[in-house]
């Protein structure tokens, strides 16, 4: 089983739409969560850290459940600038694992 | 403020041929420092990882190699390229405590013909 799980998508939602992914983990001793969002051909950026139950900025918001072993990205109010790859990392001792990304797309 | 760079950004290397990635770290020290691969269309795969100057750790057995050499330095090698090692590579740090955010370098795409 994958330390880090996520659904690939792809997810296809129109502009405005509110839009969430979800992200499970095998390993309860993970100590925090973070969500990277990555462009087609570049490299990951760290969109959101979650180290307690949550995080919110602006439109974003990352929800940790440790007793059901799942984090969430909420995005409000899409905009076509947040079509990207969005990555779940569990992050466990010096080790970081990494899910496969969600795809989403904001269509006009 | 830190910042992490590596290159070449491109490469396009023949079977067999040697392999040099070469990233930096700048603006802190004693970073923990990682090298991923990413193929098309899949996840990241950790390759090595290092907590200090001449310690490094390697996750999956292959014909590539890193080094430390300095503090803020960490280079991905291979004496002989396969087909297999084409991908996306991805250097990376974190701050040396036990949370960590990872932070990448802008990457190297590596095709082996």
């Known amino acids: 089983r994958k330390e880090v799980e996520q659904d690939p998508g792809p997810f296809n939602v129109p502009e405005g739409a509110t839009v969430a992914f979800n992200c499970t983990y095998s390993?309860?001793?993970?100590?925090?969560f973070f969500w990277y969002r990555q462009d087609c051909r570049k490299e990951p950026k760290l969109l959101m850290s979650?180290?307690?139950s949550g995080n919110e900025d602006g439109r974003f918001t990352a929800q940790l459940n440790r007793a059901s072993q799942y984090i969430s990205l909420l995005i409000r109010d899409s905009k076509l600038s947040d079509s990207a790859t969005y990555l779940c990392?569990?992050?466990?001792?010096?080790?970081?694992?990494f899910g496969t990304g969600t795809s989403l797309t904001v269509i006009p | 403020s830190q910042t992490i760079h590596q290159w070449p950004a491109t490469l396009v290397q023949p079977v067999g041929s040697p392999l040099s990635l070469e990233c930096t770290v700048e603006?802190?020290?004693?970073?923990?420092l990682y090298w991923y691969r990413q193929a098309a269309g899949r996840g990241l795969q950790l390759l090595f990882y290092?907590?200090?100057?001449?310690?490094i750790s390697s996750e999956v057995p292959q014909n590539l190699s890193a080094s430390r050499p300095q503090d803020r330095q960490f280079i991905l090698s291979s004496k002989k390229l396969l087909l297999s090692d084409s991908g996306f590579y991805l250097c990376?740090?974190?701050?040396?405590?036990?949370?960590?955010?990872?932070?990448f370098g802008e990457g190297s795409r590596l095709t082996v013909l």
């Open positions: 990392v569990g992050f466990t001792g010096n080790q970081f694992y």
């Open positions: 990376a740090w974190s701050e040396d405590r036990w949370i960590g955010e990872l932070f």
């Open positions: 390993n309860s001793a993970s100590q925090s």
């Open positions: 603006g802190t020290s004693n970073p923990n």
């Open positions: 290092s907590i200090g100057i001449d310690q």
């Open positions: 979650v180290y307690s």
